[in-house]
């Protein structure tokens, strides 16, 4: 089982960037598909991006791609959510997500399709001038 703890949010401007981390532990991250999925208040959760476990194939949602970028470090059991080119539509709180057994696919980000086992706490990112 492994716990995850995300980091890295917070206050950015319009156009500005911010990186989230999260950190896993308990397991070996290596064995998991990882991911971040976010959610507003009285919005549906939205998956963001995905990472596979073997391969290294990444997806994202429409809204983010070419502005935001997934990593993994397995060595140091640590996910990041690159995001650059911020607008008022991506703030929301951002979720680490881990399972062994997802397939990392542009579906698999789509509401209800999957569910991934292990979610950390969240991280508040908001975007104002």
């Known amino acids: 089982q492994v716990q995850l703890v995300e980091s890295g949010g917070g206050l950015a401007q319009p156009g500005g960037s911010l990186r989230l981390s999260c950190a896993a532990s308990?397991?070996?991250?290596?064995?998991?598909?990882v991911g971040w999925f976010r959610q507003v208040p009285g919005k549906e959760r939205e998956g963001v991006s995905c990472l596979s476990r073997v391969g290294g194939g990444t997806a994202y949602v429409d809204s983010v791609k070419g502005r935001f970028t997934v990593s993994r470090d397995n060595a140091k059991n640590m996910v990041y959510l690159e995001m650059n080119s911020l607008t008022p539509e991506d703030p929301a709180v951002y979720y680490c997500?881990?399972?062994?057994?997802?397939?990392?696919?542009?579906?698999?980000?789509?509401?209800?399709?999957?569910?991934?086992?292990?979610w950390g706490q969240g991280t508040q990112v908001t975007v104002s001038s």
């Open positions: 308990g397991d070996t991250l290596g064995d998991y598909t």
């Open positions: 997500v881990a399972d062994p057994r997802v397939i990392c696919l542009p579906s698999t980000l789509q509401p209800g399709v999957v569910q991934y086992d292990y």
